[in-house]
């Protein structure tokens, strides 16, 4: 217990943060390279086409791994929010910041693959139906943290404004998540369950997971460049950060 | 743990936050949530809850041999039911790729004075079952089906509730 | 292998373009994604050579 409560004291100084994460960024770059290569290849070339889509299914090889990113970045985002709000640890302000952006960029992802996708399968590109509004309203909230944290002349009240955005926006989320049981939509219910065999046949589940595990390893990775960058440029001012350029 | 009085007291703050957005966007979406419902299901539609002469969403199943092509080529007839109620829908205009019978759809238009459907668009409403044209094939032939364990049958996906 | 040649590969059944503009879209914003922290702490630290070299002519 105590040596955990000592690793998050750790996490908290931007200059630990710092060196610890330069051994893991190579690690998750190869990691997300080699899975997405793999990937990439059985879910394009070796899968086979859908009964009723065709091809066009191929796209949710990118659609879902996205949105899970984008749901998994507002959770990271949300409780950062909470730490930072609470204790004022300058790093949880510093990840927060990268989540807003990698998270913008994922809903981004998802909504544009989802639109491309729509247009053969549904027979239109776009719909305000529950889930792809609420999945809008997740961009807009991204976006809206991003620009409040970059607002004010002193770094610790955009943090703070930020936070608390983040905080109230969490209510989106239980509405993603549970729009197309709550209310009729045109978007199809969950292909992976949890609970239940999901509804999707083995040969073209695989390279769906092997996806989706790639993309929790790009995310860590775009987490930690985002987080080292920001670190570097809110302490150049540093003697450690000085003494990092020769 | 001890807390520190000052943190403690930002921990409620937080708390406060999280549950006073929460409680707020609870009673907007209560108060909006048939507005929320992208289509009425025909069961609705047949009980007069839809509104006559203005254009709303009707969703369902497409009727197994409904589907009726004018001589134009272009004007199509067919029923969306959800098992419970039927709705003639009337449309003029390029089906999309996934339709057919059987399958989810949504349209959109006006109903007429005889609970017709006049559409002016047409989407499919797919559902969350992706398989290899083989499975599915050995799926309507069980003579043929080989050793593969069948996919869940595709439930009744257009329920939205 | 579900594609016998380069251009059935393309083409994809006449779903080509869908899925070749989805993917193209989102590599484009993952590479900037990749670029954009990178280029940012290069940035950084040739403004703080600067100021070193500054620093030391004085």
């Known amino acids: 217990m105590k040596s955990l409560v000592q690793f998050f004291f750790k996490l908290g100084s931007p200059n630990w943060f710092y060196k610890v994460s330069s051994y893991l960024v190579p690690v998750f770059a190869l990691l997300s390279i080699g899975l997405m290569s793999w990937g990439l290849v059985a879910g394009l070339l070796y899968a086979p086409m859908d009964f009723k889509q065709g091809n066009s299914y191929r ?37 927060l910041r990268s989540c807003a952006v990698i998270g913008a960029a994922m809903t981004f992802i998802a909504l544009v693959t989802g639109a491309i996708w729509g247009k053969p399968t549904w027979g239109t590109w776009w719909v305000w139906d529950a889930r792809v509004t609420s999945m809008l309203v997740l961009f807009f909230i991204y976006m809206g943290i991003f620009a409040l944290s970059k607002a004010y002349e002193r770094e610790e009240l955009g943090s703070k404004a930020a936070a608390i955005l983040a905080l109230v926006g969490t209510v989106n ?26 509804a999707m046949d083995s040969a073209m589940l695989f390279p769906l997971l092997v996806m989706i595990a790639a993309t929790y390893c790009l995310y860590v990775l775009l987490i930690l460049l985002h987080s080292r960058a920001e670190i570097i440029r809110s302490e150049q001012r540093k003697q450690w950060v000085k003494d990092l350029v020769k | 743990m001890a807390m520190h009085p000052k943190r403690k007291q930002r921990l409620w703050m937080v708390l406060a936050i ?71 829908v009337r449309y003029t205009g390029i089906l999309p790729d996934l339709f057919a019978e059987n399958d989810g759809v949504v349209v959109a238009g006006m109903l007429d004075e005889m609970g017709v459907m006049q559409a002016d668009e047409v989407l499919a409403k797919h559902d969350e079952n992706y398989m290899p044209p083989e499975v599915a094939d050995s799926l309507k032939n069980p003579m043929k089906a080989n050793k593969a364990a069948p996919p869940a049958v595709p439930a009744k996906t257009w329920q939205g509730k | 292998m579900q594609f016998n040649s380069l251009q059935e590969l393309w083409f994809m059944g006449g779903h080509g373009s869908y899925v070749w503009s989805a993917f193209a879209i989102t590599a484009t914003v993952v590479l900037g994604l990749v670029l954009q922290p990178i280029l940012k702490r290069r940035k950084v630290f040739a403004d703080i050579k600067q100021r070193k070299q500054f620093e030391a002519q004085q």
């Open chain 1, 173 to 198: 989320i239980p509405i993603i998540y549970w729009s197309v049981d709550w209310w009729f939509a045109l978007h199809q219910g969950a292909t992976l369950k949890l609970t239940e065999k999901s």
């Open chain 2, 18 to 88: 999280v549950l006073s957005a929460t409680a707020a966007c609870g009673l907007l979406f209560y108060a909006l949530s048939d507005n929320l419902n992208l289509f009425y299901p025909p069961s609705e539609i047949v009980q007069g809850k839809a509104p006559v002469g203005q254009r709303i969403r009707a969703g369902g199943m497409v009727k197994a041999g409904s589907v009726i092509r004018q001589a134009d080529g272009l004007t199509v007839e067919f029923i969306v039911t959800d098992y419970e109620a039927d709705v003639t």
């Open chain 1, 59 to 95: 796209i949710i090889y990118i659609h879902v791994p996205s949105s899970f990113i984008a749901l998994s970045c507002y959770y990271m985002m949300a409780l950062l929010a909470a730490v930072y709000l609470i204790w004022r640890t300058k790093m949880a302000a510093i990840v």
